[in-house]
């Protein structure tokens, strides 16, 4: 990690304990334009997703900490309301939390942490799963390191691959200590071909004993848990059909992926769902195209996974949201939600993730 990239974040991390714990965070709240700030996260930590990594999960008392505090300082809304209100002028400091794929721990954790503060949220749904209970690969990847290694991944996935690209790539992680959870899931995502990745993973998925539907029984909620969630005043989006990255489709295939998991939410809610994510979400993961698709396909807006806060005037395709996870700090986001990294930016000095 190099000196600047250290400063940088050392800055960051004394600027945010300043904001928050001097109460000055409410001064630049005063001060900053009206802004909208997404929290973004995927399942709040229970026995269903005990397989999936730490990055996606967040444990229901430390999230119901973070939304109490913010929700003693800002306004708590979804994404789709948050951005009607900010564009009409509503709301001074608006905040939303969104989950991405649609875990069942959406119904049993989180829905009990939003109903206890009275708050609540946007969850992004891959439709896949719930329409025909078939996860797709990443989860297959995770369930099959139940069984073995990273690096006893990679060696079988080698030999049992036919692309020596990739073959080669995955190998060199191993003798590097890069044979890491983390490493192989973003090897398999962007340099091993669609095809042959979901090929490969679904034969070793296989071998140490998956069974699709028990897994997806396991991990996702089902429509009539997302009929109770909508119920109790939860947002429900898109979130694609397949969570596929959508700049590497074609523009036929993209719109599929936008056009079918809303379709599958008009078909099973009755209602026009208003708020898409792109899958994954970094700029290199979407593009110009699939944004116009989405706005075409009848999404009001579209979410990201870059750090920021959006503000009137903003494109509401590329709404930029902070990601949170077991190692979220609450001075962080309250630095974020108060305009206090915006506020830094007038003066030339960028401390955004």
Not at 54 to 71: E, F, H, S, T, V
Not at 130 to 145: G, I, M, Q, T, Y
Not at 194 to 209: K, N
Request: hydrophobic residues 40%; neutral net charge.
């Amino acid at each position: 990690m190099s000196a600047k990239h250290n400063a940088k974040r050392f800055l960051r991390e004394a600027w945010a304990r300043f904001l928050f714990h001097t109460g000055a965070h409410r001064l630049v709240n005063k001060l900053q334009p009206r802004r909208l700030t997404i929290l973004a996260g995927h399942c709040v930590r229970a026995p269903s997703n005990a397989m999936l990594p730490p990055d996606m999960k967040i444990g229901a008392d430390d999230l119901g900490r973070i939304l109490g505090w913010l929700q003693r300082h800002f306004e708590l809304v979804t994404v789709g309301d948050g951005v009607e209100r900010l564009e009409s002028g509503k709301g001074q400091s608006l905040v939303a939390l969104s989950m991405d794929d649609g875990y069942v721990d959406n119904r049993t954790h989180l829905l009990p942490v939003l109903e206890r503060i009275g708050a609540r949220a946007t969850i992004y749904l891959e439709s896949r799963p719930l329409d025909e209970r078939v996860p797709n690969w990443s989860h297959k990847f995770f369930a099959c390191l139940e069984h073995m290694g990273p690096e006893e991944f990679v060696h079988r996935f080698s030999e049992l691959s036919t692309d020596l690209r990739s073959n080669i790539l995955l190998n060199q992680l191993v003798p590097h200590g890069d044979a890491t959870v983390y490493h192989v899931k973003r090897m398999l995502k962007y340099e091993v071909p669609a095809a042959e990745r979901s090929r490969v993973v679904d034969i070793v998925f296989a071998e140490t004993g998956g069974d699709e539907r028990k897994l997806a029984d396991t991990l996702y909620m089902t429509w009539d848990d997302a009929r109770a969630l909508q119920k109790a005043g939860v947002e429900l989006g898109g979130h694609t059909v397949n969570h596929e990255i959508l700049s590497r489709l074609d523009a036929d295939a993209a719109r599929a992926e936008i056009e079918g998991s809303r379709a599958s939410l008009v078909r099973e809610l009755g209602a026009e769902p208003r708020s898409f994510a792109y899958p994954f979400g970094r700029r290199w993961d979407w593009n110009d195209d699939t944004a116009q698709i989405a706005r075409e396909s009848g999404w009001r807006s579209a979410t990201t996974t870059h750090a920021g806060t959006n503000t009137k005037g903003g494109d509401p395709y590329r709404l930029k949201r902070v990601m949170i996870d077991e190692n979220a700090k609450l001075h962080l986001i309250a630095a974020e939600a108060c305009g206090g990294f915006h506020f830094l930016r007038r003066f030339g000095l960028d401390l955004s993730e």
